[in-house]
T-cell receptor
Framework: AQKITQTQPGMFVQEKEAVTLDCTYDTSDPSYGLFWYKQPSSGEMIFLIYQGSYDQQNATEGRYSLNFQKARKSANLVISASQLGDSAMYFC?????????????FGQGTELSVKP | SAVISQKPSRDICQRGTSLTIQCQVD?????MFWYRQQPGQSLTLIATANQGSEATYESGFVIDKFPISRPNLTFSTLTVSNMSPEDSSIYLCSVEVRDRGMNTEAFFGQGTRLTVV
């Protein structure tokens, strides 16, 4: 079974509007972390936001916020006030605490296109 | 946070040759990770590089093909050996950092875009 699922291969959003990128995960580990990354065409992976499974509040970083719904096992990324520079691939990833190696498991990604 | 310098940023290599990718971190880290991203795909972990011990490889990856060195806590190399066109990918190194709140953040190098011809 897929550990991390991103069901939206591609998304379009109008500049200055908000957009939600979906991510669901599957784990039996009570302790885990969820990450979102942005990958522009240059290929680098840019860390955006992190949510721990025990965090009481949803993580926020500037225009990025994470809509963490633990019971539904979802960790959607919300980007407010989209900018043209937000056009990129976005990856959701999970790290399970039992995994001593710190390995990240990635979803398949969502390609976001911001329209002017 | 951590600043990771990875080089080369890109290369075009002949099949049958080998390429060594370097990853330098601006702080000491216990574990470094090497990922592969094949064209149009997501990231897959190749191996975890631990200082002072052999790297731990994921299923489907072997040391003969992807030898890794980790001579100290700030540096690692990944070699892609006896390359074939199927090895054309982006290779990324990553480190894990704990912030003051004990949250874990994972940072990546700029990636190495490898094309094998």
């Amino acid at each position: 079974a897929q550990k991390i699922t991103q069901t939206q291969p591609g998304m379009f959003v109008q500049e200055k509007e908000a957009v939600t990128l979906d991510c669901t995960y599957d784990t039996s580990d009570p302790s885990y972390g969820l990450f979102w990354y942005k990958q522009p065409s240059s290929g680098e992976m840019i860390f955006l936001i992190y949510q721990g499974s025990y965090d009481q509040q949803n993580a926020t970083e500037g225009r990025y916020s994470l809509n963490f719904q633990k019971a539904r096992k979802s960790a959607n990324l919300v980007i407010s006030a989209s900018q043209l520079g937000d056009s990129a691939m976005y990856f959701c990833a999970m790290r399970e605490a039992y995994n001593q190696g710190g390995k990240l498991i990635f979803g398949q990604g969502t390609e976001l296109s911001v329209k002017p | 946070s951590a600043v990771i310098s990875q080089k080369p940023s890109r290369d075009i290599c002949q099949r049958g040759t080998s390429l060594t990718i370097q990853c330098q971190v601006d702080s000491q880290v216990t574990m470094m990770f090497w990922y592969r991203q094949q064209p149009g795909q997501s990231l897959t972990l190749i191996a975890t590089a631990n200082q002072g011990s052999e790297a731990t490889y994921e299923s489907g990856f072997v040391i003969d093909k992807f030898p890794i060195s980790r001579p100290n806590l700030t540096f690692s190399t990944l070699t892609v050996s006896n390359m074939s066109p199927e090895d054309s990918s982006i290779y990324l190194c990553s480190v894990e950092v704990r912030d003051r709140g004990m949250n874990t953040e994972a940072f990546f190098g700029q990636g190495t875009r490898l094309t094998v011809v």
